[in-house]
């Protein structure tokens, strides 16, 4: 159980086009989903929390405007990289909370999306 | 100063050793302990949760220590298949925070 999955697990766009990536939770429900940023060889750096139906609590530093999050369900959250630069090229990392006992305080992860920008 | 700190290493071991990693936290209030490990370039995978009294399973063995703030992973008998990174997680006390460390750096050689 518990198992998160992603969409797409690679893209390569141009720069200036925006890019949506799903998260979902397969067989449990997430009250709650990260998403995190992770360059080469450096820790996850989490971006935003997203919980369901409500708007997204993002950490200091990122632009809300240019990473659009969207947790319009108990199994997905979406996150949108708008005008996306060279810069934005990273592995995006998704993971889930749920609420169910068990899986209250663990969180399980997508396998990451990367994403490059030429 | 970090939320999360951990020896980055790299720690290289011949199989069948033991090894430890320790992790400290800032945060006296954090409520729960995770240890995770992630592959290169795959995402992190949740090898287990760290419990007040200690917990074992198979040749993984972690330990939480709040008076230290610290909490430990000890590998027994490694494996070429252990090699990865590991990451220590702590939970804060709101419940939505979780603070990661770097990750140590673990090979294991043949």
New interface residues.
């Given amino acids: 159980g518990a198992v998160v999955s992603q969409h797409p697990s690679w893209v390569i766009c141009k720069s200036g086009t925006s890019v949506k990536i799903e998260c979902r939770s397969l067989d449990f429900q997430a009250t709650t989903m990260f998403w995190y940023r992770q360059f080469p060889k450096q820790s996850l750096m989490l971006m935003a929390t997203s919980n369901e139906g409500s708007k997204a609590t993002y950490e200091q530093g990122v632009e809300k405007d240019k990473f659009l999050i969207n947790h319009a369900s108990l199994t997905l959250s979406t996150l949108t990289v708008t005008s996306a630069h060279p810069e934005d090229s990273s592995f995006y990392i998704c993971s889930a909370r749920g609420g169910a006992s068990g899986l209250s305080y663990e969180q399980y992860f997508g396998p990451g999306t990367r994403l490059t920008v030429t | 100063r970090k939320e999360v700190e951990q020896d980055p290493g790299p720690f290289n071991v011949p199989e069948g050793a033991t090894v430890a990693f320790n992790c400290t936290y800032s945060n006296s209030a954090s409520?729960?302990f995770?240890w995770?490990r992630q592959d290169c370039?795959?995402?992190?995978?949740?090898l287990m949760?760290v419990y007040s009294s200690g917990n074992e399973d198979g040749r993984f063995t972690a330990q939480l220590n709040r008076a230290s703030q610290y909490i430990s992973l000890l590998i027994r008998d490694s494996k070429l298949s252990d090699s990865a990174t590991y990451?220590c997680?702590v939970?804060g006390y709101t419940?939505?925070q979780?603070y990661?460390?770097?990750?140590t750096s673990l090979t294991v050689i043949p």
Avoid: A, D, I, M
């Fill in positions: 409520q729960s995770f995770y370039r795959k995402e992190p995978k949740l949760s990451l997680v939970n419940g939505n979780f990661f460390g770097t990750g």
